[in-house]
């Protein structure tokens, strides 16, 4: 890192990567990779697979993701800004979400579309599309491509203008989700927040975009300070805002004092009926997204301090990081392929074999093209 100088604004590295972001994004994609491969075995903890009634490390992945993506899509917002005009800069960023979206939809409708094909349907094929367009959408690519759109009016916008733009479609999502929005995205069912995703989805992504203001204003040791002390309030936050859930239908307080209020922590199972304060991957609730978007702060302070300050990178993170998208596609292709010569009841010893032949296959696809210089860019 620089040292700092004197500026209103971030600076924007124009010539350089920044190697925390490099290898954060690698660890995320790694972690993609091997929860949504072992999440198919039986035999695997269930803190590696989603379950939709409470946290698991699975469900910490995914706003990683957004977290990611939000950090660098500030950083060339605002590099591209300093030589672009506004109409043409934003015609830019709508197209390339556009691509993205249309991307996701692609993958996901025709890997729904292979699996109706090679499993015959018990319901129609009409009711087979209208799932399509409703559900197997909206997953990470198509809510990334959206939630990009979404935030496009403030990723140029000082700080109090974003976190007020994240409450705001935190504050929408709520509201919507008690008047009707998460018992239909429960039932539907839906995947990753459903079709509304992008208002909450939005808290990381803008999260991120915090991180790289803190990054690029100069100094790498004040930069872990504030992430660090950012994620931890966030994740108290979370938590807080979860809690919530003992003391709202289908549950209620009994008058048993703060032990009776306090709900477990995140990563383990609930006790008690969930509803919509529980922290839920499937309807992307705010709790979930607070906490999430927390973890990924101080998660990224310590690859910053280990990154950028005492100089350690791994060259594995970093072939799967400065490649998330090829990474995204590479794997979903692979494991769909490998999935139907497996068996889900399947014992350790091949669960990990299978793994360790898919991240293999995964990495070494990476690595060939990096060596080329072939990158997808999202």
């Known amino acids: 890192m620089h040292e700092?100088?004197?500026?209103?604004?971030?600076?924007?590295?124009?010539?350089?990567r920044i190697v925390s972001l490099d290898q954060f994004r690698g660890y995320t994609v790694l972690g993609m990779f091997v929860v949504n491969f072992v999440g198919f075995f039986a035999v695997v903890p269930a803190a590696l697979k989603h379950h939709n009634t409470y946290c698991s490390y699975a469900d910490t992945i995914m706003p990683q993701f957004f977290f990611a993506v939000g950090l660098a899509y500030r950083l060339t917002f605002l590099r591209r800004a300093r030589r672009m005009d506004r109409p043409g800069l934003y015609e830019r960023f709508i197209r390339r979400s556009l691509g993205l979206i249309g991307l996701g939809a692609?993958?996901?409708?025709?890997?729904?579309?292979?699996?109706?094909?090679?499993?015959?349907p018990s319901s129609s094929w009409p009711s087979l599309v209208v799932r399509g367009l409703r559900t197997d959408v909206f997953q990470a690519l198509v809510h990334i491509g959206v939630t990009v759109l979404w935030i496009l009016p403030v990723i140029g916008a000082g700080p109090l203008a974003r976190v007020a733009f994240a409450g705001g479609s935190a504050a929408i999502q709520v509201v919507?989700?008690?008047?009707?929005?998460?018992?239909?995205?429960?039932?539907?069912?839906?995947?990753?927040?459903?079709?509304?995703?992008?208002?909450?989805?939005?808290?990381?992504?803008?999260?991120?975009?915090?991180?790289?203001?803190?990054?690029?204003?100069?100094?790498?040791?004040?930069?872990?300070?504030?992430?660090?002390?950012w994620g931890l309030a966030l994740m108290i936050a979370g938590y807080a805002l979860s809690c919530l859930n003992r003391v709202t239908p289908p549950n209620s307080y009994s008058?048993?004092?703060?032990?009776?209020?306090?709900?477990?922590?995140?990563?383990?199972?609930?006790?008690?009926?969930?509803?919509?304060?529980?922290?839920?991957?499937?309807?992307?609730?705010?709790?979930?997204l607070i906490f999430g978007s927390g973890l990924s702060l101080a998660l990224y302070a310590v690859f910053v301090w280990a990154c950028d300050i005492r100089g350690f990178q791994f060259a594995v993170l970093r072939t799967l990081g400065v490649n998330a998208l090829a990474g995204y596609v590479i794997h979903m292709?692979?494991?769909?392929?490998?999935?139907?010569?497996?068996?889900?009841?399947?014992?350790?010893?091949?669960?990990?074999t299978?793994?360790?032949?898919?991240?293999?296959?995964c990495y070494l696809s990476l690595r060939f093209m990096e060596k080329k210089g072939i990158y997808l860019r999202l």
Do not use: C
Request: proline residues 9%.
């Open 176 to 229: 919507l989700s008690h008047a009707f929005y998460y018992q239909w995205v429960m039932t539907a069912p839906g995947i990753d927040g459903g079709p509304l995703g992008f208002l909450t989805w939005s808290i990381p992504m803008l999260a991120g975009s915090l991180a790289y203001d803190a990054v690029a204003a100069g100094s790498a040791g004040a930069a872990v300070q504030k992430l660090a002390a």
């Open 354 to 361: 299978a793994l360790a032949g898919f991240l293999a296959v």
């Open 106 to 120: 692609l993958l996901y409708l025709s890997g729904a579309a292979l699996e109706a094909w090679m499993n015959p």
């Open 255 to 288: 008058g048993g004092g703060l032990r009776e209020v306090l709900l477990e922590p995140p990563l383990v199972p609930p006790t008690r009926a969930v509803n919509y304060w529980t922290m839920n991957q499937q309807a992307g609730t705010v709790p979930y």
């Open 333 to 352: 292709v692979v494991d769909q392929a490998m999935k139907p010569l497996l068996a889900h009841d399947a014992a350790w010893a091949v669960a990990l």
């Open 4 to 16: 700092p100088r004197a500026s209103s604004t971030p600076r924007v590295p124009l010539s350089e």
